[in-house]
């Protein structure tokens, strides 16, 4: 069921159920029921490409090593871009279409996990504050 499902954010999910964004590209959206976060994190490490506004997307597909496209003009995670999976490509569909096939094709952004994003914070927070005993 995963590897079919596109979930669609509800704000989306009306406006649209599919949308033509190149000559032979076509983004279909399957609308779904939210997605409790470990479905859609499932959704994401299963996938070849994400396309998103989020900035917590943006983090989480750097994390799992999946190339994400990132549908608007900043961000606010710029780590993700130097150096993780995002690349951000705005709302231009040639862009869009141009790098989504650039990285189905397997020749995209490979990316690396950022320094300090191994899960430990919690450890070095509580390291510091304990510093000064």
């Known amino acids: 069921m995963f590897s079919q499902a596109k ?3 509800r704000h989306t999910k009306n ?24 479905e859609f994190l499932n959704l994401m490490a299963n996938a070849r ?3 998103t506004d989020s900035g917590g997307i943006q983090e989480e597909t750097t994390i799992l090593g999946v190339p994400c496209l990132t549908l608007r003009e900043n961000t606010e995670r710029p780590v993700t871009m130097t150096q993780g999976t995002n690349t951000i490509v705005g709302c231009d569909p040639r862009r869009i279409v141009t790098e989504a096939l650039t990285i189905l094709d397997g020749k995209g952004k490979t990316g690396r996990v950022p320094e300090l994003w191994d899960g430990q914070a919690a450890e070095r927070i509580v390291k510091t504050l304990f510093k000064g005993d």
């Open 7 to 9: 979930p669609v954010h």
């Open 15 to 38: 406006k649209t159920k599919s949308v033509k964004i190149g000559v032979n590209l076509w983004l279909e959206s399957v609308p779904t029921e939210p997605l409790g976060y470990l």
């Open 49 to 51: 490409l994400v396309l």
